[in-house]
């Protein structure tokens, strides 16, 4: 039998991790809870578990500061926020800090179970180092051939400009995770670009209209509302 993944849970609201505890150990895998952010540090020291679940209002240091202390560590382990829906901005602070992935309270069982896999997946990816960039990637009908520089919908040969392209690329390399505005604009237009959202909506919406893709009902690319994009995960 496979070994459990440990996955090491911060959150002082008990009703929260009870349940939380529970849809974990259902699903096999392996929990340690803390309540505070100082035992949850110590607890990730001394049990290194493969994935955080993060709730950034804790009782005693602030979770974005306990985020701070655990990511640049030379083991990468992936962390969720589990956000509250008043704290919006630090959110997307988390998001740009090096989280993974999010999930707003209250969230359901599924939807965790969804993340948390995502997530792991993508971290082992890393790990085999088989992530980085790929030469092609493949979503639904959507075919990126990065080395070649061409994007079809099924048969269809699509043109792209070259930003619409580096962003599409973008999407594609970090497929399943949301990418912040503030992520995509350094990286497309670097970090001193000085370039608006508003831009990025402009190209975003063009590469919608050229995917043939309904924003209202994506196939590809989801819209983050106030945070940024997420492109579906790579079939590849
Ligand atoms: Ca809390």
């Not at 496979?2 to 090491?8: D, F, H, N, Q, S």
């Not at 974005?64 to 030379?74: A, K, T, Y």
């Not at 493949?138 to 099924?154: E, N, P, S, T």
Request: hydrophobic share 40%.
């Amino acid at each position: 039998m496979a070994e459990k993944r440990v996955i090491l849970l911060i959150e002082d609201e008990r009703t929260i991790s009870n349940f939380i505890c529970r849809a974990l150990a259902a699903n096999d895998y392996k929990t340690i809870a803390a309540a505070t952010g100082k035992e949850g540090i110590s607890l990730f020291f001394s049990h290194q578990p493969d994935l955080v679940l993060l709730d950034l209002g804790l009782p005693d240091i602030d979770g974005l500061e306990v985020l701070g202390q655990l990511s640049g560590l030379p083991r990468e382990t992936p962390v969720i926020i589990i956000s509250a829906r008043d704290r919006e901005s630090e959110k997307v602070r988390a998001l740009d800090m090096g989280a993974d992935d999010y999930v707003v309270k209250p969230f359901g069982v599924p939807e965790l179970l969804a993340r948390i896999r995502t997530t792991l997946r993508r971290a082992d990816r890393i790990r085999l180092s088989q992530e980085v960039q790929k030469d092609r990637y493949r979503v639904k009908d959507l075919v990126v051939d990065c080395a070649r520089h061409q994007i079809f919908v099924g048969d269809e040969e699509i043109h792209f400009t070259q930003n619409e392209f580096k962003i599409l690329e973008l999407l594609c390399a970090h497929s399943g995770k949301v990418l912040t505005y503030d992520f995509i604009l350094e990286h497309v237009w670097g970090p001193y670009g000085g370039t608006s959202n508003q831009i990025l909506r402009v190209n975003m919406a063009n590469i919608r209209r050229k995917l043939h893709e309904n924003p209202s009902d994506p196939k590809y690319i989801l819209t983050e509302l106030g945070i940024g994009y997420r492109m579906l995960e790579d079939a590849t």
